[in-house]
């Protein structure tokens, strides 16, 4: 089954770049996601990435995917304050009858610090 | 746009009662979906609905019922609360491919 993992934690000073990494298990999956989280609100989309490009640049956001070892990072450049949120990452698979089953990671806590 | 809204944002149960959580969306989305989150699991998905009038299992479906009532809306039920059912609830809602549009979270405690 579908299976994403990240790591829980990151802090970062403000200025510099942040790094979250994920790694998923589903070769199949069409698309790959990154979704951000602030207190007490929901999840909303930051980019994603077909699977058959190995990067994308929006702004001061890079996707990098190594589909061979089913390793995807956000790298986050100039990180601010208001970056400081839960990033989840997803995986993507089709559900019976139609509809897009994302497979979510644990989320990784983004601290900046000034 | 109001998007993807999801009606209570915060419901306190005693174990046994029941309660509906509600979600609309306006974006003409054919597939809604509902998840739960929990510290250290992520989202969960409990039930989807692909298209008006179908509705299926998601990973998490025991407790829960839901109802596609139209293609706007998709309810979720708990006939018979339990603690093990306190989470934050999310509706959201796409195309049939494509990126889930989330709504504002539904925080729910059962005691």
């Known amino acids: 089954g579908e299976d994403v993992e990240q790591s829980l934690f990151l802090s970062v000073r403000e200025g510099d770049s942040s790094v979250i990494n994920c790694t998923y298990t589903?070769?199949?999956?069409?698309?790959l996601y990154w979704y951000k989280q602030e207190p007490g609100a929901g999840l909303q989309l930051l980019t994603y990435?077909?699977?058959?490009?190995d990067m994308k640049q929006d702004q001061r956001l890079t996707v990098l995917l190594n589909k061979k070892d089913k390793h995807l990072s956000l790298r986050i450049a100039d990180t601010q304050t208001g970056d400081s949120a839960i990033y989840f990452c997803?995986?993507?698979?089709?559900?019976?009858?139609?509809?897009?089953?994302?497979?979510f990671g644990t989320g990784t806590q983004l601290k900046v610090e000034l | 746009n109001a998007g993807v809204t999801q009606t209570p944002k915060f419901q306190v149960l005693k174990t046994g009662q029941s309660m509906t959580l509600q979600c609309a969306q306006d974006?003409?989305?054919?597939?809604m979906y509902w998840y739960r989150q929990d510290p250290g699991m992520g989202l969960r998905l409990i039930y989807y609905s692909a298209s008006e009038g179908t509705t299926d299992k998601g990973e998490v479906p025991n407790g829960y019922n839901v109802s596609r009532l139209n293609k706007r809306e998709f309810s979720l039920r708990l006939e018979s609360a339990a603690p093990s059912q306190t989470s934050v609830y999310f509706c959201?809602?796409?195309?049939?491919?494509?990126?889930?549009?989330f709504g504002e979270g539904s925080r729910l405690t059962v005691l």
């Open positions: 959201a809602s796409s195309y049939i491919t494509g990126e889930l549009f």
């Open positions: 974006m003409n989305h054919n597939s």
């Open positions: 997803a995986e993507s698979s089709g559900l019976t009858g139609g509809g897009n089953k994302l497979t």
């Open positions: 589903d070769s199949s999956s069409t698309y």
């Open positions: 990435i077909f699977s058959n490009m």
